[in-house]
């Protein structure tokens, strides 16, 4: 298992290329079950998440491959309709193949994804929306045995905005007959990419973003070709608070701000600076950042994907900052190796109490999940001395080449391979 050893309390300078999204390419490349034929997609992260979505997709029988960003997959010769266990529970976001191959084949299995570290994360939201539309579902053997004619348009409220569970229905509606609306949509700007490309590939969708989306179904779809996927929020995010709480002057490009209002306002709130420029978007930061208090809510809230990255810039800041989780139940696992590095932070239920220390001291530390994983990267740049941060395929899966990125804006990150 890979590792970096990082040596912080540096201040870091230049540029950096925000990579395609990773939650909005998953979906947009199981679109292309929906569509026989040669489908093109561009800018796509080359991330350990991307190439399970590709052994997947593979698995279902077609062709996939991944050249510098562009994939090209055909879905002619699909003849398997099964998601097996071992592919799904490295990867919640392969449930993404249950809508469009209900909606082609009419048919799927699909193993049940079960807990992960930061939650239970059901799917019953994308299991009650395809019953509506017509589909038989069973629980077999820890899968979902969905079986169904050609799919007809429902009304489908959501008791919570699921992403990935609006990115099913709204897939499954392109092919079903007749009309779909679903009610209390997710708005995340990843599901607003999907539809562009359902659309671009003949789709008849109206609203996403929105929070009611209506989905008018039509009877077959082409390939997307050339669709290019949005620059990853999570990923421009990230390296916001790397910048802030190493008090450095970074360049973010491909960046889209508006994306990123709630996080932007929070940034700004504590004292950074940003300016949207030509060039990018220009972060600076002067002074130790203050306090601010922060809660998780679907978008366009304040994202939960960036909830541990903000826990680790402010156990460096001036006061004290509450932070709570609203989303996932247990995505907290970051904290216990904050607190390692001299993060002072209490957990009680999901509200955290952040109390602002001078200065973090490397540590070895243990990577849990995904963004956890990030908070780390965070913290271990401004700490002083070395940090080792263990199980890295954790960020692997969702950062493009991170280590390399932040070495070109000279920090001192070492990878190492075993
Ligand atoms: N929920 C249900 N029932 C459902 C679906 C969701 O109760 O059928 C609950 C979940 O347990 C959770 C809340 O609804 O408490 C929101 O979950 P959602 O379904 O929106 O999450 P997701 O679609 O599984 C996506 C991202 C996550 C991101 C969340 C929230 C992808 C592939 N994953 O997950 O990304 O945290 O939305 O924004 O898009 C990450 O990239 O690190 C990551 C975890």
Redesign the pocket.
């Known amino acids: 298992m890979d590792k970096l050893i990082i040596k912080g309390n540096k201040k870091l300078k230049g540029e950096v290329e925000i990579s395609g999204s990773?939650?909005a390419a998953?979906p947009i490349l199981t679109s292309s079950i929906l569509a026989e034929g040669k489908n093109i997609f561009k800018r796509i992260p080359e991330l350990r998440d991307i190439a399970t979505m590709g052994k997947l997709l593979v698995n279902l029988g077609a062709d996939f491959s991944f050249d510098k960003g562009t994939v090209i997959i055909d879905s002619s010769s699909i003849c398997n309709f099964e998601a097996p266990y071992d592919l799904v529970k490295t990867m919640?976001?392969s449930v993404l193949v249950l809508g469009p191959l209900l909606a082609k084949y009419g048919r799927a299995k699909v193993s049940l994804p079960g807990g992960c570290a930061?939650?239970?994360?059901?799917?019953?939201?994308?299991l009650i929306g395809l019953e509506k539309m017509g589909a038989s579902i069973k629980l077999e053997s820890g899968y979902v045995i969905a079986k169904t004619g050609r799919l007809t348009g429902a009304s489908i409220y959501f008791d919570?905005?699921?992403?990935?569970?609006t990115e099913n229905i709204m897939m499954a509606a392109t092919l079903a007959k007749g009309t779909t609306v679903i009610e209390n949509s997710?708005r995340?700007p990843?599901i607003v990419d999907l539809a562009n490309c359902l659309i671009s590939m003949g789709a008849n969708i109206r609203g996403a973003g929105e929070g009611i989306i209506e989905i008018e179904g039509v009877d077959s779809l082409h390939p997307a070709i050339d669709y290019e996927i949005i620059p990853d929020r999570?990923e421009a995010g990230t390296f916001m608070t790397i910048a802030a709480i190493t008090g450095s002057n970074l360049l973010l490009k491909n960046c889209r701000s508006e994306h990123l209002d709630a996080v932007i306002s929070k940034l700004k709130d504590i004292g950074i600076s940003l300016d949207l420029t030509e060039k990018g978007l220009r972060i600076m930061c002067k002074e130790t950042p203050s306090s601010v208090d922060i809660k998780t809510m679907?978008y366009p809230g304040f994202?939960?994907?960036m909830q541990a990255q903000f826990m680790a810039l402010m156990s460096i800041a001036r006061g004290t900052s509450i932070i709570r989780e609203t989303?996932?139940?247990n995505r907290f696992m970051h904290v216990a190796e904050l607190r390692r590095m001299g993060a002072d932070i209490a957990i009680e239920g999901g509200t955290a109490t952040i109390r602002g220390v001078d200065k973090l001291r490397g540590a070895p530390v243990m990577a849990t999940?995904?963004?956890a994983s990030a908070s780390l990267v965070v913290a271990a740049l401004a700490a002083k001395g070395q940090s080792t941060i263990h199980r890295i395929y954790h960020l692997d899966r969702?950062y493009e080449r991170i280590d390399e990125k932040l070495r070109k804006l000279g920090a001192d990150i070492q990878r190492i391979s075993s």
């Open positions: 990773k939650n998953l919640r976001a930061i939650g239970q994360r059901p799917i019953n939201l994308h919570i905005p699921s992403v990935t569970g997710a995340e990843e999570i679907p994202p939960t994907d989303i996932f139940e999940d995904l963004r969702g």
